[in-house]
Structure formats: C-alpha cells, structure tokens
C-alpha cells in the first residue's frame, strides 16, 4: 500500500457550489496527479505537481484548480461545480526526487456526483 | 502528441481461456510502458511495466512485451481465471507524466 488516501470518498452537491477533494499520501513522493475517469473516456489528466507550490495543468483542467502548500497534501478544487463534472475523480502519486518514470500508485477514488 | 490506443472492450471469456488485449502506442522517443488493473471500487493497480524494446514485464501469469518495431504492448494471459475480472489499461510515459489507454473491461466466466 503506497500510503493515499482520499477524501472524501463520496460527495453530492449542487451545481454552482463550490467543492475541494483532499489527496493525502505518506510517502514523500515528489509527484502528485489528479485524474478523472469517465465512461469511454478512461483516465484523464486534470492537474499535476511536482513539488511544492509546483503545478501544471493536464488535458482536462478547465473548471479546477489545484494547491499544494506541503508535500504530504494536494487539493483539488471546483469553484463553481457543474453537472459535467460527475465523474470519479483519483489522485495518484510517483517517484522520488531521483526518478521521474516510476510507476504511479493510485488512491481509491472520490466518487462526486453534481446534481 | 503522445497517445494510447487499446482495443475496446468488453471482452467476455470462460475460465482458463486465453486472453489478448492489445494495445499500441504513439510517442516520441522510447517510453516506458504499462499495464495497469483495476478491480471494481479500487483504484488503478500496476500490473506490470517494461523500460525498454524487448524487455517482457510479467506478473501474476500476465505478459507484455515492448515492440518497438509495431509500437506495441499487447497483454496475454495463458488461462485466465474468474478473479481477473477487471479494467485494464495500458499506458505509456516517458516524460513527468502518463498517457492511459481508454481501458478494457475483462469479465471471466466459471
């Protein structure tokens, strides 16, 4: 177990609400991501880090931003959550300072549903 | 830019039949390459990976080889079993970040 943990696991809110999903890993790993993953869409990258207070976006990440103030902790934020935005969402981590191809370890998702 | 293609899914098969997933790839360069599982209600798994042409990863009866000739890393399983059932994906990376693969949905029946 490569020490994720997500939260919350499951969320409901309203279109037009704020929401913040919590990615909390153990392992001092320099590499933090945030994917979503949808019907015939697989994985998609939304926002990635690799260190901290150092984000770029990924392929999808329009309506969310992302905040990593330590290296144990990445945020990802809907300002404004639209019902396009249901999906489930992983965080993922990688790597140490020496190695930027390692294999990811995933969380076990946050299923968020906008209604 | 870089992508995956894998084949699409589902794929339906009784235990102990053999499976293929195929999966090619687009990049520049020489990515390394992935097989990830993922189990329902659990996040993606690395199943097993292979860093260069040639190189067969292998875990768990599972095997990939990376050819770089056809740009691709086909999954096989000799006999699969109904604990197998699953979304697999095959990505590729090469840089700070992964490319997946759409996933393929793998159900065994006994």
């Known amino acids: 177990d490569a020490g994720i943990t997500q939260s919350p696991r499951h969320k409901v809110t309203e279109t037009g609400t704020p929401v913040t999903l919590r990615c909390h890993q153990t392992e001092n790993h320099r590499y933090m991501y945030w994917y979503r993953q949808d019907p015939g869409h697989g994985l998609r990258l939304i926002h990635y880090s690799y260190g901290v207070k150092d984000t770029d976006k990924g392929e999808v990440s329009d309506g969310y931003s992302v905040s990593r103030s330590k290296t144990e902790d990445f945020l990802l934020t809907l300002e404004s959550a639209t019902s396009s935005q249901t999906s489930v969402y992983f965080c993922?981590?990688?790597?140490?300072?020496?190695?930027?191809?390692?294999?990811?370890?995933f969380g076990n998702g946050t299923r968020l549903t906008v209604t | 830019g870089d992508s995956v293609t894998q084949m699409e899914g589902p794929v339906t098969l009784s235990e102990e039949a053999f499976l293929t997933i195929n999966c090619t790839y687009t990049?520049?360069?020489?990515?390394?390459l992935f097989w990830y599982v993922q189990y329902p209600g659990e996040g993606l798994q690395l199943l097993l990976k292979a860093t260069k042409a040639d190189d067969k990863g292998s875990n768990k009866g599972f095997e990939a080889t990376y050819r770089k000739e056809t740009t691709s890393f086909h999954l096989e399983k000799g006999s699969v079993q109904v604990s197998d059932s699953a979304v697999y994906f095959c990505?590729?990376?090469?840089?700070?970040?992964?490319?997946f693969g759409k996933g393929t949905k793998l159900t065994v029946n006994p």
């Open positions: 990505a590729q990376g090469g840089s700070e970040k992964l490319v």
């Open positions: 993922a981590i990688s790597g140490t300072a020496q190695s930027n191809n390692s294999p990811l370890h």
């Open positions: 990049a520049t360069g020489y990515p390394s």
